[in-house]
């Protein structure tokens, strides 16, 4: 199974500032036929179902704010968020589907400071 | 409008079986894959298994020997069963619909069904 290892477990931080959320992967999500990274984002509000960000690594999700922004390649990923708003606060997991089974991170936790 | 709603026990005892149906309004299960995944309280997401739009089932390596995934597509329902339910079987149970042209991202989910599995 590929293993996604996400970094920080939490984030506190204050309104308007940029955070970045780290995901790696125990084997490349780049598929050679394709030069696509199979990793997607999820924000999950408490008491929420999970809603997804962004797939391809970096395509975001219709009506997901431009200030979601997903970067990376191969086994090292990044999620961004510019200008946090209080609405962000949430967990954020990071998603491979290379290949079955379909496996997550465990989860950043942004909180506000 | 994509809807899904996932109905069940809330309450299991150890080593029975867990049934959850999920039903979806619309799409329809022929033309979409569908997802289960699980959270433990307070913990992450686990991918527990899908039903291909084609009706062939994939489950997760470490559960497959107690799941079942199936559907009824008169019906647009999905089936999550899983038996010999221990106390780590607690946690809510999503079903989700995948992207059409994207068949491991998923773009909808239900509210989730809460399951405690306890005697």
């Known amino acids: 199974d590929i293993v996604m290892t996400q970094s920080p477990s939490s984030l506190a931080v204050s309104a308007g500032e940029t955070v970045t959320i780290n995901c790696k992967s125990s084997q490349s999500l780049l598929y050679s036929g394709n030069q696509k990274n199979y990793l997607a984002w999820y924000q999950q509000k408490p008491g929420q179902s999970p809603k997804l960000l962004i797939y391809w690594a970096s395509t975001r999700q219709s009506g997901v704010p431009d200030r979601f922004i997903g970067s990376g390649s191969g086994t090292d990923f990044t999620l961004t968020i510019s200008s946090v708003q209080a609405e962000d606060l949430a967990i954020y997991y990071c998603q491979q589907y290379y290949d079955t089974p379909y496996t997550f991170g465990a989860g950043t936790k942004l909180e506000l400071k | 409008q994509v809807r899904l709603k996932e109905s069940g026990p809330r309450l299991v005892q150890p080593s029975q079986t867990l049934s959850v149906t999920c039903t979806v309004s619309g799409f329809s299960v022929t033309s979409y894959h569908v997802s289960w995944v699980r959270q433990p309280p307070g913990k992450g997401l686990e991918w527990v298994g899908a039903?291909?739009?084609?009706?062939?089932?994939d489950y997760n390596s470490a559960l497959k020997s107690r799941l079942s995934i199936s559907r009824d597509t008169s019906k647009n329902q999905v089936f999550l069963k899983m038996n010999s339910l221990q106390t780590d079987d607690t946690g809510t149970y999503y079903c989700?619909?995948?992207?059409?042209?994207?068949?491991?991202?998923?773009?909808?989910w239900g509210q989730g069904a809460s399951v405690t599995v306890s005697s």
């Open positions: 989700a619909k995948h992207f059409k042209q994207l068949s491991g991202v998923m773009d909808a």
């Open positions: 039903i291909w739009k084609g009706g062939s089932t």
